[in-house]
């Protein structure tokens, strides 16, 4: 089992930052990949940005050059750094985590955090 606790949110001036924690615990090592999703009132669920265990990135197109992912590895935390906010960001974010099918943990399975709330005001 892998829990993961984001922290973070807010409320936020558009054109302003907020990073957004989650820290990972349990069987990690078993993990092949770390994200940020986000979900709006009334829309689906979406990818954010995406990282390996060997911190190779993936964002969506609309966040790229504005957020920034990454992994403290000897925290075992994962990091969203959000700058330039747009009110269009304002959502619940989402800390996710995918185990791969493997003989020793068994099928795949996909791990989600609470979530929390980031609003971005005009």
């Known amino acids: 089992q892998v829990q993961l606790v984001e922290s973070g949110g807010g409320l936020v001036q558009a054109g302003g930052s907020l990073r957004l924690s989650c820290a990972a615990s349990?069987?990690?090592?078993?993990?092949?990949?770390f994200g940020w999703y986000r979900q709006a009132p009334g829309k689906q669920r979406e990818l954010v940005a995406s990282?390996?265990?060997?911190?190779?990135?993936d964002y969506a197109d609309s966040v790229k050059g504005r957020f920034t992912i990454s992994r403290d590895h000897a925290k075992n935390t994962m990091y969203l750094q959000m700058d330039s906010l747009k009110p269009e960001d304002t959502a619940v974010y989402y800390c996710?985590?995918?185990?791969?099918?493997?003989?020793?943990?068994?099928?795949?399975?996909?791990?989600w955090g609470q979530g929390t709330q980031v609003t971005v005001a005009s």
């Open positions: 996710h985590a995918r185990r791969p099918p493997s003989i020793l943990w068994g099928p795949s399975y996909e791990y």
């Open positions: 349990g069987s990690t090592s078993s993990i092949n990949g």
């Open positions: 990282i390996t265990t060997g911190d190779i990135t």
